[in-house]
């Protein structure tokens, strides 16, 4: 990565994953299964937990949004596409809450974070 991503990382309050993202903790992840059952275990490890709120959820688009509220404040989107039968794509959009126009990275972080959770619940592709 070079020095002019690794800077704008560090001085912006906006991260997002996608597939040819120059960061390598910032591409999409594909996950083994489909895009109900991602939604679904998705909306079920956010709901339970106390650091999110589960905003809303948008089946039709494949989106469930959600408000970090421990912490810095965060707006989170995740996006569940399913490319292939039992090949999902989840992707993130993080906005942080913060008085300053640049978050030190942590959108980028929170996003590493995210991926390690849903790890956990569902099993990753590579």
């Known amino acids: 990565m070079k020095f002019k991503h690794k800077l704008a990382k560090f001085f912006g309050k906006h991260a997002e994953t996608r597939d040819d993202h120059v960061d390598p903790t910032l591409i999409t992840r594909y996950y083994n299964t489909t895009k109900t059952r991602g ?58 809450e913060t008085l300053l126009p640049f978050d030190f990275g942590y959108s980028s972080r929170l996003i590493q974070d995210l991926y390690e959770q849903v790890n956990k619940k569902l099993y990753k592709v590579d």
């Not at 494949?62 to 039992?86: Q, W």
């Open 39 to 96: 939604m679904k275990t998705l909306e079920e490890l956010f709901s339970g937990s106390e650091v999110y709120k589960v905003n809303s959820i948008s089946e039709d688009h494949g989106e469930i949004s959600l408000l970090k509220r421990k912490g810095k404040k965060a707006f989170i989107i995740m996006t569940v596409i399913m490319v292939r039968p039992n090949k999902t794509a989840v992707d993130f959009a993080v906005t942080t």
